[in-house]
């Protein structure tokens, strides 16, 4: 069953030259577009009135839930416009899915899979003139998110639950385009311990994040990468980004520690690595593997994956004490290739042998 939208349209779009001159120069995450999706949620009414409005800003009672105790989730996802003009999304019912499991972690009602696809389209579809064209791999990022929006102070799952999108377009979510990305190692804060929130993708992990992300700028590195919290001993992942390490003997290496966020473009990087006849472990991965891993040459590439960042060579590992450098000098053969591949499948450039690709319009 799909979702009545009702719709009431901006009525003062940005014009079509300012449109031009953000287009031309997005940035990541600082302009939105002409509007907005919200649907809402009690328990006696489920799921109702969904809209699209223009966008602006939210009023919230000081005593919002989701203020206080933090009880949301989002995700995030891009829309590609093809060389023909059609505007498409990369597996958006893994996200719905995804935004699924971490509503069960946060206790919030389940929103259908095909409510989740049926909003973005939607938005996308009202806001297409904000899809930049694919050249320079701009794109339009999509940001559902569900969050706590009823005014009570006890602690106990909202009973008034508000679930958006909203659209931004972006540019390279890194300021100095594709070259390695130079990383520390905290020793003092971890992202996730076991039974905690580390899969769910949810603000409180970002939130934790920021003050080790200072810390990795503070040290003259680009991001941070987090051990588990149990044993302070295996890589999870950074901030944004699943990685992934590439053996002299072709395998590939990706950490698993339940604790991570399954990144989306992770598990195609699974699959497009098998089908170059890379075989991917998952599993957890030391620390000390890495560090003896370049020193001794048998890791010969190192990225990182995320939807904003895409795929992004890994340089240098910095941590108190000591540093190795990065396996490779600038991107590697197969970092350069796996990203290619995927950009080229997300911009229509390539067939879509996994059927990944989703027409908007
Ligand atoms: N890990 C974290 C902590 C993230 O925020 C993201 C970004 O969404 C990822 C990994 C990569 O996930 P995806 O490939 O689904 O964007
Ligand atoms: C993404 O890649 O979509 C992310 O969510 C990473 C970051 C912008 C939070």
């Given at each position: 069953?799909?979702m009545?939208?009702?719709?009431?349209?901006?009525?003062?779009?940005?014009d079509d030259?300012?449109?031009?001159e953000?287009?031309?120069?997005?940035?990541f995450g600082?302009?939105f577009?002409?509007?907005?999706?919200?649907?809402?949620?009690?328990?006696?009414?489920?799921w109702y009135?969904?809209r699209?409005?223009?966008?602006?800003?939210?009023t919230?009672?000081?005593?919002?839930?989701?203020?206080?105790?933090a009880?949301?989730?989002?995700?995030?996802m891009?829309?590609?416009?093809?060389d023909?003009?059609?505007?498409?999304?990369?597996?958006?019912?893994?996200n719905?899915?995804r935004?699924?499991r971490?509503?069960?972690?946060?206790?919030?009602?389940?929103?259908?899979?095909e409510?989740?696809?049926?909003?973005?389209?939607?938005?996308?579809?009202?806001?297409?003139?904000?899809?930049?064209?694919g050249?320079?791999?701009k794109?339009?990022?999509?940001?559902?998110?569900?969050?706590?929006?009823e005014?009570?102070l006890?602690?106990?799952?909202?009973?008034h639950?508000?679930f958006?999108?909203?659209?931004?377009p972006?540019?390279?979510?890194?300021?100095?385009?594709i070259?390695?990305?130079s990383?520390?190692l905290?020793?003092?804060?971890?992202?996730?311990?076991?039974?905690?929130?580390?899969?769910?993708?949810t603000?409180?992990?970002?939130?934790?994040?920021l003050?080790?992300?200072q810390?990795a700028?503070?040290?003259?590195c680009?991001?941070?990468?987090?051990?588990?919290?149990?044993?302070?001993t295996?890589v999870?992942e950074l901030?944004?980004?699943n990685?992934?390490?590439?053996?002299?003997?072709?395998?590939?290496?990706?950490?698993?520690?339940?604790?991570?966020?399954?990144?989306?473009t992770?598990a195609?990087?699974?699959?497009?690595?098998?089908?170059l006849g890379?075989?991917?472990?998952e599993?957890?991965?030391?620390?000390?593997?890495?560090?003896?891993?370049v020193?001794?040459?048998?890791?010969?590439e190192?990225?990182?994956?995320?939807?904003?960042?895409?795929?992004?060579?890994?340089?240098r590992?910095?941590?108190?004490?000591?540093e190795?450098?990065?396996?490779?000098?600038?991107?590697?053969?197969l970092?350069?290739?796996?990203?290619q591949?995927?950009v080229?499948?997300?911009?229509?450039?390539?067939?879509?042998?996994?059927g990944?690709?989703?027409?908007?319009c």
């Amino acid at each position: 069953m799909s979702m009545e939208i009702s719709i009431t349209r901006n009525p003062q779009p940005v014009d079509d030259a300012r449109l031009a001159e953000i287009l031309a120069d997005p940035g990541f995450g600082v302009h939105f577009t002409d509007h907005m999706f919200t649907v809402e949620w009690t328990p006696e009414r489920g799921w109702y009135d969904a809209r699209i409005t223009p966008y602006g800003p939210l009023t919230l009672d000081p005593a919002t839930a989701v203020l206080h105790y933090a009880q949301e989730t989002f995700e995030g996802m891009k829309a590609y416009r093809h060389d023909d003009g059609s505007i498409w999304s990369f597996r958006p019912e893994a996200n719905a899915q995804r935004m699924l499991r971490s509503s069960q972690r946060l206790a919030f009602p389940e929103l259908p899979v095909e409510d989740f696809v049926q909003a973005v389209d939607a938005l996308v579809e009202i806001d297409q003139r904000w899809v930049p064209e694919g050249a320079g791999e701009k794109s339009l990022y999509l940001r559902p998110f569900m969050f706590a929006s009823e005014k009570f102070l006890g602690v106990r799952p909202s009973q008034h639950v508000t679930f958006m999108v909203i659209a931004s377009p972006a540019g390279s979510y890194f300021k100095g385009g594709i070259k390695p990305i130079s990383l520390w190692l905290t020793e003092d804060y971890t992202r996730a311990g076991r039974g905690g929130m580390g899969a769910a993708k949810t603000g409180g992990n970002y939130a934790s994040s920021l003050v080790a992300q200072q810390q990795a700028i503070s040290q003259g590195c680009d991001q941070v990468v987090f051990l588990d919290a149990q044993e302070g001993t295996y890589v999870e992942e950074l901030g944004g980004m699943n990685m992934y390490f590439l053996y002299a003997d072709g395998r590939i290496v990706t950490p698993e520690t339940g604790t991570i966020l399954e990144g989306i473009t992770r598990a195609s990087i699974i699959e497009l690595a098998e089908r170059l006849g890379h075989p991917v472990e998952e599993r957890k991965f030391a620390i000390d593997e890495w560090r003896d891993g370049v020193r001794d040459g048998s890791i010969k590439e190192i990225f990182a994956c995320g939807t904003a960042a895409v795929v992004t060579p890994v340089g240098r590992l910095v941590w108190e004490g000591g540093e190795v450098p990065g396996a490779t000098e600038g991107t590697g053969e197969l970092t350069g290739r796996i990203r290619q591949e995927l950009v080229d499948i997300q911009f229509g450039r390539a067939e879509d042998s996994f059927g990944w690709m989703h027409r908007i319009c």
